[in-house]
Structures are given as structure tokens and as C-alpha cells.
């Protein structure tokens, strides 16, 4: 094969591979509502598909956090009290360092799966495992 056709192939590669690289570090930032004495994550949908993440986990934990009840209401989530969105991103940066960035590369492409009675996170970037706090 002479160098030609190797760079040629090379910057076809490099046209596939570059757009999944740049969407694997993309984290979708909140849209935080402030409705009444509600306050609403409009685009929780959104975040649960690209954390890859079950609703009522991501759910659960912010209610914890925050020590207020909220439901899963069509691809909002609705906490049942006022919170300002600086309170809710700290919530959430503090989600994904315990529960989807992986410890060992630092990519956010993991699953979490209970495993008796903890949960795992599963790296599918290095193929790491390892153990993640209870909620």
C-alpha cells in the first residue's frame, strides 16, 4: 500500500471516529424552571438517555440530596420546592463524579448495574468495574 492511499484511508477514519469522540464528552447541562413553589428540570429526559441512566435512580438521588419530594412527570422531572439552578448543577456535577464518570479513564460511556445488593458501574470505554456508593 503506498502512502497515498494510507492517508487517504487514514483521514477517512479520522471523518468517522471524530464526531462519536466529540459526543462522548458532551454532558447535556440542565434547563432549570422555576414554576410557583415548583421547581422543574425540563430536559431530564434528555439527560437520562445521554448518562445512560435509569430516571428513577437519577431521580432518587436528587431528592435525596436536596431533602424535598418531586415526581417524574412526562420528560421533566418536578421537584416539589424552590431551589435555585446553582444548587441543582452542584446535585448534578456530584451525580455524575459518584455515578458515571468512570474512576480509572475518566469517560462518561458507563452503566450502572446492581449486582446482589450494590450497584456497579461498568465502563465500556476501558472495561473497568467498580463498586459505586449506595444512595
Known sequence: ????????????????????????????????????????????NEVVERLNRDA?????????????????????????????????EAVYERYIKYYVVCPVCNSIDTELRKEGRIYVMKCTACGATSPVRPL
Open 56 to 88: 428513577a435512580h437519577i431521580a432518587k438521588f436528587f431528592m435525596r440530596e436536596l431533602a424535598i419530594p418531586g415526581t417524574v412527570e412526562g420528560s421533566a422531572l418536578v421537584l416539589h420546592g424552590e431551589k435555585s439552578p446553582r444548587i441543582l
Open 1 to 44: 500500500m503506498d502512502e497515498k492511499t494510507y492517508m487517504e484511508l487514514l483521514d477517512r477514519a479520522y471523518r468517522i471516529v471524530s464526531p462519536k469522540v466529540q459526543r462522548r464528552s458532551e454532558i447535556p447541562r440542565l434547563r432549570v424552571q422555576q414554576i410557583g413553589r415548583k421547581t422543574v428540570v425540563a430536559n431530564f
